[in-house]
């Protein structure tokens, strides 16, 4: 079918996710992708872009890898699906269970799973409330998290994100949830004293977790500073409060570490994850418990745990994941995102050096920023959704975040980036930034 079919077909039936509706059937969709091979996708009607963003932050190895493909059609010739409730289970579940505890934090050993990052959150969200209903806590139910923080669009998730653009839509929960100020606002020490209000105004006993992405991704990419998680665990384990960590974009390489948490050096009570466990190429996401509250759920629950998707442990998705990962080792790709992402930081800072209206720039592995100045004289007109179209018309898919004063443009692009492709990327960059300048 043609591109102009296509586009028309689009506008009458599909409803695209976090997407303006009228735009859509004003202008139909402006890039209709057919195919991605490495760092690139390739539109129908032919044109090249660098997916500087792994599409979503989730494509960490790379678009077009047909070894994925056939582990799929191998599990699917097998065993496509087949349920992992009560006393049902599968080898490529079992097995990505293991390899998941064997490279999470070492008191984290046991995995739910799900089919993305949403259901992840939500699904810790049900967790940590049960942990505590089982051991008579029944008020220990709110979830603390951090303003600017992304956790996903089901109906916990969106009520824990601090992005209040996400609750215009259809509301969120205001009762149970409560957002404090995120360390990029305020610092460390003003971070935790704004987190430690929240617990005390809300009453320390009825708080049962706090959810934090160690790196906020869609909230700007917000890196906390080097202190900051050893201070959030103290500050749970004064007042017993479980310490999830969303790990859906920081998880699988992509801030050059396994978990994006092991920079601090600090163990969560719960890990989340999604995106990059199958790098997109399945819908797959989890949470990851520790000992402790794997114990006390064995112990405490009564009856049916009614909790589960009926794709949690998805044979095909947990076959994908596997091999997933297998190639995250094999070909080194944490630390070629350690290693790149220094790259990247280097360009970012040499356009930094010659462009004034150039703010703030940072990266942790291959997860970036790149803050625009704003102009005194018009300081609400943001200039990052054009310098992101310019990179468009130069073949670069990137993301502004233009969240309350904010202008920054994002970079996650995938995980096999080498350091030619980081400089042209750097120069189509610094060509977008001066079109603006
Ligand atoms: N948590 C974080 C940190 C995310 O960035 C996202 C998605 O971008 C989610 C959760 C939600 O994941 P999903 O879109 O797979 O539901």
Redesign the pocket.
């Known amino acids: 079918m043609n591109m102009k079919e296509l586009i028309e077909l689009d506008k009458k039936h599909f409803i695209h996710p976090t997407s303006s509706i009228q735009l859509q059937q004003e202008k139909g969709a402006k890039l209709i992708i057919e195919k991605g091979e490495g760092i690139y996708l390739t539109t129908i009607d032919g044109k090249v872009f660098i997916d500087a963003m792994s599409s979503?932050?989730n494509v960490n190895i790379g678009h077009g890898r047909t070894e994925i493909a056939e582990v799929a059609m191998e599990q699917m010739k097998k065993l496509a699906y087949s349920s992992a409730f009560s006393t049902f289970s599968h080898e490529p579940a079992i097995m990505l269970a293991k390899k998941i505890a064997d490279l999470a934090p070492p008191k984290l050993n046991a995995v739910f799973f799900t089919s993305?990052?949403?259901?992840?959150?939500d699904s810790a969200i049900k967790l940590v409330r049960h942990y505590w209903k089982i051991q008579g806590q029944h008020d220990r139910n709110k979830i603390i998290s951090l303003k600017r923080?992304?956790?996903?669009?089901?109906v916990g998730?969106t009520s824990a994100t601090g992005i209040p653009e996400f609750w215009n839509m259809a509301g969120h929960m205001e009762t149970g949830f409560a957002h404090a100020k995120n360390p990029y606002e305020v610092g460390t020490i003003k971070s935790i004293a704004s987190i430690r209000e929240v617990i005390e105004n809300e009453g320390p006993e009825t708080v049962a977790a706090l959810l934090v992405?160690p790196v906020q991704?869609?909230g700007g990419v917000l890196i906390p500073p080097s202190d900051y998680f050893q201070e959030v665990r103290k500050l749970c384990d004064e007042y017993g409060i479980l310490f999830v960590a969303?790990e859906?974009?920081?998880g699988f390489g992509r801030t050059g570490k396994m978990f994006g948490i092991e920079h601090w050096n600090v163990e969560p009570d719960l890990i989340?994850f999604?995106?990059g466990v199958t790098s997109g190429y399945f819908?797959l996401?989890g949470v990851i418990v520790s000992d402790e509250i794997h114990e006390v759920l064995k112990e405490k629950s009564e009856g049916v745990l009614f909790h589960g998707f009926t794709y949690s442990g998805h044979p095909t998705g947990a076959a994908v994941a596997l091999k997933n990962i297998e190639i995250l080792e094999h070909e080194g790709l944490v630390e070629n995102s350690r290693l790149m992402g220094e790259e990247l930081l280097k360009g970012l800072k040499e356009i930094k050096a010659e462009l004034r209206i150039v703010g703030d720039v940072r990266t942790i592995g291959l997860l970036g920023a790149m803050e625009i100045l704003h102009d005194p004289i018009s300081p609400n007109l943001k200039l990052a959704p054009r310098v992101i179209e310019a990179l468009h018309e130069r073949g670069v898919i990137c993301r502004a975040v233009t969240y309350d004063d904010s202008d920054i443009i994002c970079f996650s692009p995938p995980l096999t980036i080498t350091k030619e492709q980081i400089q042209t990327l750097i120069e189509k960059l610094r060509e977008s930034v001066l079109t603006v300048k």
């Open positions: 979503l932050w993305g990052g949403s259901e992840s959150n923080g992304y956790h996903g669009v089901a998730a992405e991704g869609a969303d859906v974009i920081t989340t999604a995106k819908p996401g």
